[in-house]
């Protein structure tokens, strides 16, 4: 399930009850039923953000202020929250060829913070490498290189399993924007029980990817 991806991304310009005296018949595993409203959505249209997109009006944005303990390196981090289904779509976004802290592996073996280059390259290696990371309860991963009508590149990651993020996508014009996206929820991941939950907010991912457009 390893994946090489392209140096530069180049194709990226061309996710009952049983009674005493009843007989016992063996039955599936359920799960609760899950209520899902109609598809519908309203624009992010920040003032001072490089970026614009459409998100569900089920959903809310959150400014992002720190992203698993690590503050976020800019103001453009921002989080759509899913609260129905304890769900969240981290969105977290990096100017290419911009500086900011990464963590570096000292002799000692320790990692401590030191300042980098957000290099493109590094970039598209980071974002498959944190989809990688899900292989050892993953049953798949794929990737899917897209360009949509309004000229924004990126690739899409569908993980299988019980992964801690089902779907990761990035978007990016390769010389100055890079934003990446991951689903999470915040229960212990069954693969069976949010599976309905999973192909609703896929189409909401799609759309959100669809509408994405850069702002300068």
Not at 14 to 42: A, D, W
């Amino acid at each position: 399930m390893q994946h090489q991806p392209l140096r530069l991304i180049a194709l990226l310009l061309l996710i009952t009850t049983m009674s005493c005296n009843s007989v016992y018949t063996s039955k599936k595993r359920g799960y609760f039923h899950i209520e899902l409203p109609e598809h519908s959505y309203q624009s992010f249209n920040r003032e001072g953000f490089p970026y614009a997109f459409e998100y569900p009006v089920y959903a809310n944005i959150v400014q992002d202020t720190t992203y698993f303990d690590t503050t976020p390196e800019n103001d453009y981090w921002v989080n759509i929250d899913f609260p129905q289904y304890d769900a969240r779509i981290f969105l977290s976004y990096k100017i290419v060829g911009g500086k900011a802290p990464y963590k570096v592996k000292g002799p000692d073996g320790q990692y401590k913070d030191s300042m980098g280059i957000n290099e493109f390259d590094r970039m598209v290696n980071d974002a498959f490498n944190l989809t990688n990371k899900n292989e050892v309860v993953a049953t798949s991963i794929r990737d899917s290189v897209f360009r949509t009508s309004n000229g924004v590149s990126g690739v899409a990651f569908r993980v299988g399993g019980n992964a801690a993020t089902a779907r990761q996508f990035f978007v990016t014009d390769t010389t100055k924007h890079f934003l990446r996206g991951a689903l999470y929820f915040a229960s212990t991941p069954n693969a069976d029980s949010i599976r309905p939950v999973v192909d609703f907010l896929q189409k909401d991912i799609e759309h959100l990817m669809n509408t994405f457009r850069w702002k300068n």
